[in-house]
């Protein structure tokens, strides 16, 4: 997949074009794996590429899979429940909930698609410290600084459809804030910071998939401006007092 924009002047923090490639060839991955390694060895990266990794390979790898009664079609509730530090609305067998994390999503980020019967898979315990374990190894094995992030399916709020965003991120600043910037008319923006992470999250899910089994991709072509520390629970949360929904 490739975009590309074109400007009158090119700006620093606009890329100009993106290649979007999935990574192929990688085994089921069970708990134990070196997820790290096995991506570092997988493909071959170039600095200031962006890795983007599901966080059900991650998950698994990290050991986070755990039994559910496969008799009692709501077994995972109770796992739920255990993986919520509270419950904002119930509809039938559809739960949102607050995360130990801070987000807000279906059924606390429990799933049960593309798992063994008779498991589920959790959210990793601190996907930011997940994605920097990654690029730790990568920087280590191929000698490149690369962004890493790990990406999840979410549902929105008044809009149907599900698609990827960040749940942790490492080398790449989860926010692009524009504020104090001016707009193609000049106008000075006051409130726009832009979830960059997220973008790219959802970027890469089209050419992973929801079924074609590429867990992994790399995107190529982002502005070496974008490249920081920074953390997606820290940053891309919303702080509840600043939430008008909660």
Known sequence: MTTSTTHD??????????????????????????????????????????????????????????????????????IVEDESVRILRRRGDLIISETKHGFVCANAGVDLSNVQDGHAVLLPIDSDRSARRIRDVVRAVQGVEVGVIISDTFGRPWRRGVTDVAIGSAGIGPILDLRGTNDALGRELQVTEVAVVDELAAAADLVMGKSAGYPAAVVRGIPANWFRTGSVVDEIVRDPSEDLFR
């Open 9 to 78: 002047t090119p700006a620093d923090d606009i890329p100009q074009a993106l290649s979007i490639v999935p990574i192929t060839g990688l085994p089921e991955i069970v708990p134990g794996d070196d997820l790290a390694g096995m991506l570092a060895a997988s493909v071959e990266l170039q600095p200031n590429d962006i890795l983007v990794v599901t966080q059900k390979i991650v998950s698994k790898a990290e050991g986070q899979v755990v039994e559910i009664d496969t008799t009692d079609p709501r077994g995972h509730k109770a």
